[in-house]
């Protein structure tokens, strides 16, 4: 599965939409970006995921770019409650017996 | 459904013990998992399974083991418990090897 690459932490203020990066320049053809995040000491959660067109659904929406070296989650009117740790994972899908890999992830604050 | 369950929340181990984490799953989904989460770090899996009877390693399955005899059962049995297995372990679960779902975990530590 390709590498991907997040920044550390980020902020955003509650109620604007924060924009989470990902970069994954080795990322295959076959490869889909998936999205999941971890509230504090709970499993994590699915959110999202797409091979190479934009996807929305009712929690977020998923920019890739053309290229498909890098995408942006978007949470488009963060509460605190999405206060958490962001994981941007590339795998291939339906993937027969790989795991997702997950990394550090983003950090993401929402302030009041 | 109540989803992906995990048991117990919480326990604390004397190393050398051995004890069994149980996870269930009530979406008939064939693909599980185990993980664990060190402190402040991502999750590394240890065992999974594509349906009953069949499993196979992970990234750090050593100090560990598990068995599948029925799709809704995977438990992870620690048999001599150390202080490296200090740690939050999730279980997880999915159709075909699509999106995951994760128990609510179990956090283990031994002294």
């Known amino acids: 599965d390709a590498k991907t690459t997040q920044p550390t932490s980020m902020d955003c203020a509650e109620g604007r939409a924060a924009n989470l990066p990902c970069n994954h320049s080795?990322?295959?053809?076959?490869?889909?970006v998936y999205w999941y995040r971890q509230i504090h000491s709970q499993g994590p959660q699915y959110i999202i995921h797409?091979?190479?067109n934009n996807e929305t659904n009712e929690m977020a929406s998923l920019i890739i770019t053309e290229d498909r070296k890098s995408s942006t989650l978007i949470l488009p009117h963060a509460t605190l409650r999405d206060t958490a740790v962001y994981y941007c994972i590339v795998r291939v899908a339906p993937n027969y017996g790989q795991n997702f890999v997950f990394g550090p992830g983003t950090r993401l604050s929402v302030l009041p | 459904n109540a989803g992906v369950t995990q048991t117990p929340k919480f326990r604390i181990l004397k190393i050398g013990q051995s004890m069994t984490l149980q996870c269930a799953q009530d979406?008939?989904?064939?693909?599980m998992y185990w993980y664990r989460q060190d402190p402040g770090m991502g999750l590394k899996l240890i065992y999974y399974s594509v349906g009953a009877g069949i499993t196979d390693k992970g990234e750090v399955p050593n100090g560990y083991n598990v068995s599948r005899s029925t799709t809704e059962d995977f438990p992870l049995r620690l048999e001599l418990a150390a202080p490296s297995q200090t740690s939050v372990y999730f279980c997880?679960?999915?159709?075909?090897?699509?999106?995951?779902?994760f128990g609510p975990g179990t956090r283990l530590t031994v002294l």
């Open positions: 797409g091979l190479k």
């Open positions: 080795t990322i295959s053809g076959n490869e889909y």
């Open positions: 979406m008939n989904h064939n693909y």
């Open positions: 997880a679960s999915s159709y075909a090897g699509g999106e995951q779902f």
